[in-house]
């Protein structure tokens, strides 16, 4: 299994919901990632966990909370957000966050999310 | 810090057309290059890539060769097709052992090129 997965595609919330984005990976990586990718920029890199454990944070607002249960699962967390958090959030995953390798990153489809 | 310029775009070509998409880079020791391609309504799909000097990444008829020198990693195809309309990502990650190593984990994004083929 070479994939990553994200659930749900699409996702349509108000500024007072709280909502959870789901990524799954079953390639043995142990290095993943959030981005937020405005239309037709690059993604920003938003979290990084590495063992599960968190371990770059772009100084992303609160009202977007990580979590990595396990090795092979990355949820983010939504709460209160605006629209201009409205964008694509993706996810990725990559082998060895431990740099002795190239950081080849597999990215998931994505998730659009609209904030109202 | 590290950076990655990509040629301006949009692109239109017709198929069958040569396509170009230049790359440079800005890094402290020596990274890791790839190109990220990402068709409407999708992810980001790895095209190709290159870890060291001359090595030459290729993939579905696209090549991309790595140029210390000249700090390129430059995008090429000789005869696009109407498949390969899409959004073309040039990027870096950092590699350990030089003073960038605290960032692996990152990948620098160049700030997209968008290509349209033409029939």
């Known amino acids: 299994d070479t994939e990553v997965t994200q659930t749900p595609k699409h996702l349509v919330m108000g500024m007072t919901n709280k909502k959870s984005l789901k990524c799954e990976q079953h390639m043995g990586h142990r290095a993943m990632y959030w981005y937020k990718q405005k239309a037709k920029k690059p993604p920003e890199l938003m979290f990084v966990y590495s063992y599960e454990k968190l371990s770059i944070n772009e100084s992303v607002p609160s009202r977007f909370s990580p979590e990595c249960p396990n090795s092979s699962l990355l949820n983010l967390h939504l709460h209160a957000l605006q629209p201009e958090d409205s964008a694509l959030y993706l996810c990725?995953?990559?082998?060895?966050?431990?740099?002795?390798?190239?950081?080849?990153?597999?990215f998931g489809p994505g998730t659009r999310l609209t904030v109202l | 810090g590290n950076s990655v310029t990509q040629m301006e775009g949009p692109v239109t070509l017709s198929e069958e057309a040569f396509l170009t998409i230049n790359c440079t880079y800005t890094a402290t020791g020596y990274p890791s290059l790839f190109w990220y391609v990402q068709y409407p309504g999708e992810g980001l799909q790895l095209l190709l890539k290159a870890t060291k000097a001359d090595d030459k990444g290729s993939n579905k008829g696209f090549e991309a060769t790595y140029r210390k020198e000249t700090t390129s990693f430059h995008l090429e195809k000789g005869s696009v097709q109407v498949s390969d309309s899409a959004v073309y990502f040039c990027?870096?990650?950092?590699?350990?052992?030089?003073?960038?190593?605290?960032?692996?984990?990152?990948?620098?994004f160049g700030q997209g090129t968008i290509l349209t083929v033409h029939p």
């Open positions: 990725a995953s990559s082998q060895d966050p431990s740099g002795s390798s190239y950081n080849e990153q597999f």
């Open positions: 990027a870096l990650s950092a590699r350990p052992g030089n003073a960038g190593g605290t960032s692996y984990g990152k990948l620098t």
